[in-house]
């Protein structure tokens, strides 16, 4: 199984070579936006949109031939995207701009690149770690992406494949039931609790907005230093739910490995869409739009493949009110369950539930024949001792006569 991971390597840039990169970045960008104002909006494939538009964008702009794909390339993603969330491409802006095998090189003997620009090709050296060394060692890639970031310095973002083994079939499978209150519940009984995420998160947001108040009324210098403190703070509650879930991830990923486990997880696509439009509070809503789900799960599935772990998605509907042992609708509140089934009445936590359910559905799915695991089995039984009763009245009655 094939993974493309990005490297984000900072480059040595020389003023002359920074000017000239912001040339190509503000001319890939102008480009750009003229063939998403100039070509049919409905177009989102690359290649049409190349076939209308490459000579005149290549007279007007000056780009490299492999630049004019590239640009045409990220406008067709670009769409796409927009498409599928229901919006329109507002614009791009210049800082950054596409490579491909031909106007990008990479050279491991003195951990440089080449990188075509509007004038002559640029050798930009790499300030590579020890982690994208380990990484780029005896690779050849063949694309990158050239980025200034907001701290102002230029960086390369260099795409790698990787092939990897294909996840080994089991019947085993760890259900991983997400949440605000708590992050992730497995059905292990291992779970990570969301009330110092949420606290951090709050305390991130009093500061902004003190700080914000501050800068609106104050002098000039008070608002120089409260935006000098923003900055500071810029990206730092960012990080840290980037950190916890990297933990929540690896551990879930090496108990799967360690006891030859597939991974169960909710697919909770357009889930803040759908909670967006219940009246709430403006604390809510945010706490709600901050919940990094999505993000947690890309980190599984990723971290999946490098372990050869599979990573199955289903979907959320009524996995937490459904109860485990008899598959019926149950009475949740807050973190507590109760079955409401007369011939089971299983009471526990609510997020255990939820993974255990989600481990049955995730075993369903991997295994042939797998729909018995989400059968109920005290309706069987009550039905087959129902029948019982129906067959032994009529044969006493038979007797009778």
Same mark, same amino acid.
């Given at each position: 199984?094939?993974?493309?991971? &990005?490297?984000?390597?900072? %480059?040595?840039?020389? =003023? *002359?070579?920074?000017?000239?990169?912001?040339? @190509?970045?503000?001319?890939?960008?102008?480009?750009?936006?003229?063939?998403? *104002?100039?070509?049919?909006?409905? %177009? &989102?494939?690359?290649?049409?949109?190349?076939?209308?538009?490459?000579?005149?964008?290549?007279? +007007?702009?000056?780009?490299?031939?492999?630049?004019?794909?590239?640009?045409?390339?990220?406008?067709?993603?670009?769409?796409?995207?927009?498409?599928?969330?229901?919006?329109?491409?507002?614009?791009?802006? =210049?800082?950054?701009?596409?490579?491909?095998?031909?106007?990008?090189?990479?050279?491991?003997?003195?951990? &440089?690149?080449?990188?075509?620009?509007?004038?002559?090709?640029?050798?930009?050296?790499?300030?590579?770690?020890?982690?994208?060394?380990?990484?780029?060692?005896?690779?050849? =890639?063949?694309?990158?992406?050239?980025?200034?970031?907001?701290?102002? +310095?230029?960086?390369?973002?260099?795409?790698? &494949?990787?092939?990897?083994?294909?996840?080994?079939? @089991?019947?085993?499978?760890?259900?991983?039931?997400?949440?605000?209150? *708590?992050?992730?519940?497995?059905? @292990?009984?291992?779970?990570?609790?969301?009330?110092?995420?949420?606290? #951090?998160?709050?305390?991130?947001?009093?500061?902004?907005?003190?700080?914000?108040?501050?800068?609106?009324?104050?002098?000039?210098?008070?608002?120089?230093?409260?935006?000098?403190?923003?900055?500071?703070?810029?990206?730092?509650?960012?990080?840290?739910?980037?950190?916890?879930?990297?933990?929540?991830?690896?551990?879930?990923?090496?108990?799967?490995?360690?006891?030859?486990?597939?991974?169960?997880?909710?697919?909770?696509?357009?889930?803040?869409?759908?909670?967006?439009?219940?009246?709430?509070?403006? @604390?809510?809503?945010?706490?709600?739009?901050?919940?990094?789900?999505?993000?947690?799960?890309?980190?599984? *599935?990723?971290?999946?493949?490098?372990?050869?772990?599979?990573?199955?998605?289903?979907? =959320?509907?009524?996995?937490?009110?459904?109860?485990?042992?008899?598959?019926?609708?149950?009475?949740?509140?807050? #973190?507590?369950?109760?079955?409401?089934?007369?011939?089971?009445?299983?009471?526990?936590?609510?997020?255990?539930?939820?993974? %255990?359910?989600?481990?049955?559905?995730?075993?369903?799915?991997?295994?042939?024949?797998?729909?018995?695991?989400?059968?109920?089995?005290?309706?069987?039984?009550?039905?087959?001792?129902?029948?019982?009763?129906?067959?032994?009245?009529?044969?006493?009655?038979?007797?009778?006569?």
């Amino acid at each position: 199984m094939e993974q493309t991971l &990005t490297l984000v390597v900072k %480059l040595n840039v020389e =003023p *002359e070579q920074a000017t000239q990169l912001e040339e @190509t970045a503000q001319a890939f960008a102008n480009a750009c936006t003229w063939v998403n *104002e100039n070509v049919n909006h409905r %177009l &989102t494939n690359r290649n049409s949109i190349q076939a209308v538009c490459y000579n005149n964008v290549k007279e +007007q702009f000056g780009l490299k031939a492999n630049h004019i794909v590239r640009a045409c390339a990220r406008v067709a993603s670009n769409r796409k995207t927009a498409k599928h969330k229901g919006r329109k491409v507002k614009g791009f802006k =210049p800082t950054s701009f596409d490579c491909d095998g031909r106007t990008f090189s990479f050279r491991e003997k003195d951990w &440089t690149v080449s990188v075509s620009t509007l004038g002559k090709r640029l050798r930009l050296a790499l300030r590579t770690s020890n982690y994208h060394k380990g990484k780029l060692t005896g690779r050849k =890639p063949t694309s990158a992406q050239i980025c200034k970031h907001k701290d102002g +310095q230029w960086y390369c973002h260099v795409q790698i &494949t990787i092939d990897y083994p294909e996840p080994q079939k @089991t019947d085993k499978v760890i259900g991983v039931d997400f949440g605000r209150r *708590e992050i992730a519940r497995t059905s @292990t009984n291992q779970g990570w609790d969301g009330k110092e995420i949420q606290r #951090k998160r709050d305390k991130f947001s009093r500061v902004r907005s003190s700080l914000q108040k501050k800068a609106r009324q104050g002098t000039r210098s008070s608002r120089r230093r409260c935006k000098e403190v923003l900055k500071r703070l810029s990206g730092r509650e960012k990080r840290y739910q980037k950190w916890v879930n990297h933990n929540i991830s690896q551990t879930i990923i090496s108990e799967a490995k360690e006891t030859n486990s597939a991974v169960a997880i909710e697919d909770l696509t357009g889930i803040r869409e759908r909670t967006n439009q219940k009246p709430r509070n403006k @604390t809510e809503r945010r706490r709600s739009n901050s919940w990094a789900f999505y993000q947690l799960r890309t980190f599984l *599935e990723y971290k999946g493949v490098k372990e050869g772990v599979k990573v199955i998605a289903i979907p =959320p509907a009524y996995t937490s009110q459904t109860c485990h042992c008899c598959k019926h609708i149950g009475i949740r509140t807050n #973190k507590s369950f109760k079955c409401s089934n007369q011939y089971c009445g299983w009471v526990g936590d609510a997020d255990l539930n939820g993974a %255990l359910m989600i481990q049955k559905w995730g075993c369903s799915i991997n295994q042939p024949g797998g729909s018995e695991i989400l059968s109920c089995r005290i309706s069987r039984a009550t039905e087959n001792a129902n029948r019982a009763r129906s067959g032994l009245a009529q044969f006493m009655n038979h007797i009778e006569v």
